[in-house]
């Protein structure tokens, strides 16, 4: 069973950090590109994160690079998203993505992807 679960969204302050994770099937987490989307409400779901199956490469959107750390736990088979300096616009709910890098569709979702269930991040004072 393929099979993404998504944990760790919350109500964070403004400059503060949460750290979100991905329990992801053996077959995804070691085969496919993984990475993080989001959504927020009336907008576009839009790319967030995305590391390579061997985990050499990641790549993050304009929006949060510098702040937000994508990575694997190899022994959990999880892969984590760190969010730093967190912002009110960083509100939205974060969708954990598992993509076969088939069809050039490795920055926006494609039919061919897996989801997590989401989890509601909001950054409020």
């Known amino acids: 069973q393929e099979q993404l679960v998504e944990s760790g969204g919350g109500l964070v302050l403004p400059g503060h950090s949460l750290t979100l994770s991905c329990a992801a099937s053996?077959?995804?987490?070691?085969?496919?590109?993984m990475g993080w989307f989001r959504q927020a409400p009336g907008k576009e779901r839009e790319f967030v994160a995305r590391?390579?199956?061997?985990?050499?490469?990641?790549y993050y959107s304009d929006a949060v690079k510098g702040r937000f750390t994508i990575s694997k736990d190899y022994t959990k088979k999880m892969v984590l998203l760190r969010m730093d300096n967190l912002q009110p616009e960083d509100t939205a709910v974060y969708y954990c993505?598992?993509?076969?890098?088939?069809?050039?569709?490795?920055?926006?979702?494609?039919?061919?992807?897996?989801w997590g269930q989401g989890t509601q991040v909001t950054v409020s004072s």
């Open positions: 993505n598992a993509d076969p890098n088939i069809g050039g569709y490795y920055y926006t979702p494609s039919p061919l992807d897996f």
């Open positions: 053996e077959n995804l987490f070691n085969n496919y590109d």
């Open positions: 590391i390579s199956f061997s985990g050499r490469f990641t």
